[in-house]
Every structure is written in C-alpha cells, then in structure tokens.
C-alpha cells in the first residue's frame, strides 16, 4: 500500500482521492488554530507558493486531539487561515491522528516511520517536554502534537517525519531533492 491508496474528506466532505497526486510532492500536516506552533502556516504557506507549480502539494488536516487547540468547524479553520496566513492551499476535513478513531492515512504514515527527526538537543528537550503533556500519545509511532509533517515522494514514499518543532522552512532542500 501506498499513500496514493488512500481517499480522504475535503471540508465539504467529498472524497479526495490521493491517487490524483500521483507524481507530486506532497507535505501532510496534523494542524490546530490555537496551537503554539500554528505561525508555522506561514512558512508552508511560502513552500507551497515556492513550489507548487512545480509538483507540491501540502494536505492540511487539522487535529482537536491535543489540547482541544482545533475546536472551530472546517470551514472556521479555514477561514482563519487564509485571513490570518493568507493560505491558498486547502485545509481538509478535521481527522483523528491517534488511536481507535485515528484516519487510515496516519495509520499508514506512522507504519512508514514511527520517529520524528529531531536534529538538535533543545529540540529534543523541547519534545519531551510536549510528549509529556500529550496525553493521546500511548504506543509507538503515534502523533506526539499538532504540526507534526510527513514529506512523501513522487514514488509514492514517505521519506521523513519531522516533529512539531520543525520549521517547515528547514524542509526546503529535502524537498528541492524530490522535486528533481
């Protein structure tokens, strides 16, 4: 199974199929409104305005599992975004990312690689000072909090995870090196 074997709800709650990506780049990203790290919509805002027409794709799923940091609807979230971060890409249908009600899509991410890449200790601290106060990460694998990304290649892939902590504009060369 790959990434593209997937459909997931767009905020209307139509089907978007992953098999119409095939070929692209593709950034997936658990995201909250009220969340520390939600300036980060700025930064993948630049990468998808950089690069999109050279085959990236960002699918944005916000998450109310940590903290209760996304509780507006689909279309709030929305909204929001793009008043506040002027985002053109698209936010899809709130997912669960952990446990029983946890999307088909995550299951299938967290079984590609179960760690985020942490590069530098106070990043590392800074996460265990998050996976502390996350009370939906139980086993392996799973979601530790809100803007934790998966960079997938046009092979269908997931080549890295990077943890919450990242700024997505440290992704830039990884992704200039699938794009090619």
Not at 52 to 63: A, G, Q, S
Not at 85 to 94: E, I, N, P, R, V
Not at 118 to 133: G, P, Q, R, S
């Amino acid at each position: 199974m790959s990434v593209y074997d997937f459909k997931v709800k767009k905020r209307d709650w139509s089907d978007l199929d992953l098999g119409s990506l095939k070929w692209k780049v593709i950034i997936i990203v658990n995201t909250a409104t009220w969340c520390g790290f939600t300036p980060q919509y700025e930064w993948l805002e630049n990468l998808y305005k950089k690069y999109h027409d050279k085959w990236l794709e960002i699918l944005d799923f916000p998450c109310n599992q940590f903290g209760h940091q996304a509780p507006w609807t689909d279309d709030e979230i929305h909204q929001f975004c793009t008043a506040k971060y002027d985002t053109s890409f698209d936010q899809l249908a709130k997912i669960e990312v952990n446990w029983e009600n946890e999307d088909p899509l995550y299951t299938h991410l967290k079984s590609q690689i179960q760690k985020d890449e942490i590069k530098w200790l106070k990043d590392k601290a800074a996460m265990f000072a998050v996976k502390k106060i996350s009370n939906t990460c139980k086993k392996n694998g799973d979601i530790v909090w809100n803007f934790t990304k998966f960079l997938v290649n046009k092979d269908w892939n997931v080549v890295n995870r990077y943890s919450p902590i990242f700024n997505p504009a440290n992704m830039e060369n990884d992704i200039l090196n699938l794009l090619k």
